[in-house]
């Protein structure tokens, strides 16, 4: 969803009421070039300006300012982090590495779209392992001894997969968990 900008409202405005930048000016103390440069988006208009633009426009400094969405959050790092970074005390307690994310997940998901994408991606990834570590352990029984090659390169897929969209979750914003069974499907829009 893209918000408007300050230029882009009086770009609106003033093509509402049917002035050109000249007749704006001569209606205000604001300059053409200001106005230019406004509507260009080349600067930032001190809040003076705008509601002198507002008065010779005759609306309200509210509809030419751009203003934030109070339920809209901003993604904080710290969040990601322990989206991506929890898993890893699934290494000292059982099921930890699908519990914890799961319980950040629950808490920020609400928050923010970006949370409930990065915490589906890492659960259902854990999910997956954790799944194919149970088949890895129970194919001890028709092949003893392969299972612990199966067991260990799973561990280490996992490990390293995780380490590596801990980094890009936290350089670029984005994550990627290969052969991850969607047991959380992302919602429907």
């Known amino acids: ?11 609106y405005q003033r093509k509402l009421k049917g002035f050109t930048q000249e007749d704006l000016s001569d209606k ?42 109070p339920k809209e959050k901003t993604i904080q790092r710290k969040w990601i982090l322990l989206l991506h970074a929890s898993p890893f005390f699934g290494l000292i307690i059982p099921l930890a590495n ?31 392992i954790n799944l194919l570590i ?22 280490l897929f996992g490990i390293i997969v995780s380490l590596k969209n801990i980094i890009s979750a936290l350089d670029s914003g984005t994550c990627y968990y290969p052969l991850s069974i969607p047991f959380l499907k992302p919602k429907s829009a």
């Not at 106005?35 to 030419?64: F, M, Y």
């Not at 994310?101 to 629950?106: A, M, S």
């Not at 149970?134 to 561990?155: D, E, K, R, V, Y």
């Open 1 to 11: 969803m893209k918000t408007k900008s300050i230029s882009e409202n009086l770009i």
């Open 28 to 69: 205000t103390t604001v300059g053409v070039r200001t106005i230019q440069r406004i509507e260009k988006g080349d600067v930032q208009p001190h809040l003076q300006t705008i509601k002198l633009l507002a008065i010779g426009l005759d609306i309200s400094v509210d509809d030419l300012l751009v203003l934030d969405n």
């Open 98 to 128: 699908v519990l914890f994310p799961l319980f950040t997940w629950i808490s920020k998901a609400e928050d923010n779209k970006i949370y409930d994408v990065h915490g589906r991606a890492v659960i259902n990834f854990h999910c997956t």
């Open 134 to 155: 149970i088949i890895s352990l129970l194919l001890f029984f028709p092949f003893p001894g392969f299972n612990f090659i199966g067991t260990a390169a799973i561990l």
